[in-house]
Structures are given as structure tokens and as C-alpha cells.
């Protein structure tokens, strides 16, 4: 159980264009989902909180216009990264939690963006 | 908020040998603490965690320590095996910012055979 799928797992995007990514927890209800971000050799970022059916919360000096985070399900959260520019280029990770485990968080295989 | 410090940043180990890793966290409200281990281009893995009502936890060669008091808590590998070789991260949460885990920037373990 406690299984989370990402989608797509890789993406190459030609700058200022939009890129969608996809979150699902498969087998449990996430009310609470979180979006990452990794720079190779390097820890994980936290970019937002997604609660399902309120706004994200972002952690400061990630901008929310340019990183469209909604959770319109228990099971489904999107990131869109939006005019997209090769600083925007990274490994990109969410993760779910399961309420019913309070705080244990379960992480998606990730997608690579790069943005050329 | 909660800050989290992990050291070492490197681990070489040879084969059958054991391994620790610590963290220490700021939060003296924290009262998770889980254990990652991540392989190259793949997800975080979940390999144990131990709350705060808990000094010791293990399972099989793995084990976590908590010393509250301290604010740290180390992971233990014993009998190291070349595929324990991995990026292993700590995290801490619930504390001040309830729900959000605050990671540890990494220790590179290494084991030869």
C-alpha cells in the first residue's frame, strides 16, 4: 500500500512554455500533499503545501504565480510551471500524506524538467 | 522554524561493517522523525522512522536512536551490504510548523565490498 504516482517522469520543454505535473496517491487519501524540488547532490527543497480543496501554501521565495499548485482531490495534486526558463530545469518530487498515518509522508518517483 | 543538521555529509564503510549517521534539530516541538534512503534518480524510500514518545526502534539491521533532551537522533545499519549504498536523509516535523517535514542535507553512504 501507500503507493504515489508522478506523472510525467521525465519532460523537456522549450522556454516560456507551461508544464504540467501530476501527483496521485493510489491507494490511500492524501488529504495533504507536498511538492519538492531537488538539485542534483543536494537535499529536498519544500516549494508548497497542498491541501485538498484550499490554496497552497508556498515557503518563501517560491512564487506562486509561476508555480500553479491545485489539490482538487483527495488523490490528485498538479504543479504547473508556468513561462518556464532553464533556471527552472530540476528534479521535481511530491510526496502524500496519509491521514489515517498522520505524518508519515510517501514520495512519487519524481520528474525531471528540463527546459531548453 | 525547525532546522536540521546531518552529518556526515560522506560515509565510506567496508562490507559488513556499521554504519551512523546523526541529526540534530532545532525544534525541541518536533516529534517525528523519519529516515529516507534515496538511490540515483529515484523516490525518497521510507526505512524507518521513531516518534518522540520513543527512545529506540529497529527493525531488522536498521535501527533509530532519539534522545529528546539532545534534540538528536541517529540511524544505525549494521552488517552493511553494498546495496545499503544510498543517499540517506533525516527529517523532522511536527513541531512549529506542524505537518511539514524539514530535511537533513544528505549523507552519501558508501560500502565496498
Known amino acids: 500500500g501507500a503507493v504515489v504516482s508522478q506523472h510525467p517522469s521525465w519532460v523537456i520543454c522549450k522556454s516560456g512554455t507551461s508544464v504540467k505535473i501530476e501527483c496521485r496517491s493510489l491507494?490511500?487519501?492524501?488529504?495533504?500533499m507536498f511538492w519538492y524540488r531537488q538539485f542534483p547532490k543536494q537535499s529536498l527543497m519544500l516549494m508548497a503545501t497542498?491541501?485538498?480543496?484550499?490554496?497552497?501554501?508556498?515557503e518563501q521565495g517560491v512564487e506562486k504565480d509561476k508555480f500553479l499548485i491545485n489539490h482538487a482531490s483527495l488523490t490528485l495534486s498538479t504543479l504547473t510551471v508556468t513561462s518556464a526558463h532553464p533556471e527552472d530545469s530540476s528534479f521535481y518530487i511530491c510526496?502524500?500524506?496519509?491521514?489515517?498515518?498522520?505524518?508519515?509522508?510517501?514520495f512519487g518517483p519524481g520528474t525531471r524538467l528540463t527546459v531548453l | 522554524g525547525e532546522n536540521v543538521e546531518q552529518h556526515p555529509s560522506t560515509l565510506s564503510v567496508q562490507e559488513g561493517d556499521s554504519a551512523v549517521i546523526k541529526c540534530t534539530y532545532s525544534?525541541?516541538?518536533?516529534?517525528?522523525f523519519p529516515w529516507y534512503k534515496q538511490e540515483l534518480g529515484k523516490r525518497p524510500q521510507l526505512i524507518i522512522d521513531?516518534?518522540?514518545?520513543?527512545g529506540e526502534k529497529k527493525d531488522q539491521r536498521i535501527a533509530v536512536t532519539l534522545n529528546k533532551t539532545a534534540k538528536h537522533f541517529s540511524l544505525h545499519i549494521t552488517e552493511t551490504q553494498p546495496e545499503d549504498s544510498a543517499v540517506y536523509f533525516c527529517a523532522a516535523s511536527g513541531g512549529t510548523n506542524a505537518g511539514k517535514s524539514t530535511f537533513g542535507d544528505g549523507t552519501t553512504l558508501t560500502v565496498k565490498p
Open positions: 497542498s491541501n485538498e480543496g484550499s490554496k497552497a501554501t508556498y
Open positions: 525544534d525541541s516541538a518536533s516529534n517525528y
Open positions: 510526496s502524500a500524506r496519509d491521514w489515517a498515518l498522520r505524518d508519515t509522508q510517501y
Open positions: 521513531i516518534r518522540s514518545n520513543v
Open positions: 491507494d490511500f487519501q492524501a488529504t495533504t
